[in-house]
């Protein structure tokens, strides 16, 4: 017996220093808030990503209030960016929004938001040209674009603010697209009067881009065609007036749309 009380002495003594130098984890109910942000945040910047939603979770129900469970929301919606789960993304930025609407980091929840949905759409206005434009849905790119705009309205200053200003640029113009794209669509299906109204959504809703001058063009074809010769008319003299060196013509809007470069 004597010589056992020694080793189980031992035993013990060295089953509490490895309890000291434990990882917190969520199995660890002795971890204070910021040592499970430390490990959660460590195993995001390794890129273990649902690893770390796990422990940034496990953070937030052990201590709900403070600024690591506010942070947790947006380490969780960066890890579901990363791993490539828009849906779950969204739904923790969506969440810091609603509960924390005056955080300092608000600026970057917005710019996640934004940029999240941009890269989901990535693949909208790929190889246009053999897709079903009509039956396209460019909602994605259109919530994107309203994020970075909400992000540079309320935030100017923002280190966000520049980049998102350059992804508002590219989403108007390849909105745009995506409309001249329909447009066409329609065109060579005979749907002239869609054809129409489309082009039209292109000249009210993105005046400040170069597409404008393929829309009217696209507008004044249509018009022929449907027999609204007033309608062609004033379509040709705004084309006219505004472009008069175009080389854009009515027949070449039926060539394998040339006009739109994208990606």
Known sequence: MKRILPFLA??????????????????????????????????????????????????????????????????????????????????AIDRFLKQHPANPNVDYALY???????????????????QNMAERDPKAAKESFEAFRDLVTRFPQSRYAPDSRDRMAFLVTALADHDLSVASYYYKRGAYLAAANRSKEVVLNYANTDR???ALAMMAAAYDKLGQNELRDDA??????????????????LAESPWWKLW
């Open 10 to 91: 031992l035993a013990l003594l060295l089953t509490a220093c490895g309890s000291l130098n434990q990882k917190p984890s969520e199995e660890n109910s002795g971890a204070t808030a910021e040592q499970m942000y430390s490990e959660a945040k460590s195993e995001l910047d390794s890129g273990n990503y649902t690893r770390s939603v796990k422990l940034f979770e496990s953070l937030q129900a052990r201590y709900p209030y403070g600024r690591y469970a506010q942070q947790a929301d947006l380490e969780i919606a960066y890890a579901n960016f990363k791993d490539q789960e828009p849906t779950l993304a969204l739904a």
């Open 112 to 130: 996640l938001r934004g940029l999240v949905n941009f890269i989901d759409d990535r693949t909208l206005f790929a190889s246009i040209a053999k």
């Open 212 to 214: 404008v001058e393929t």
């Open 236 to 253: 040709r003299r705004v084309f006219a007036k505004n472009y008069p060196q175009s080389k854009i013509t009515e027949e070449s809007i």
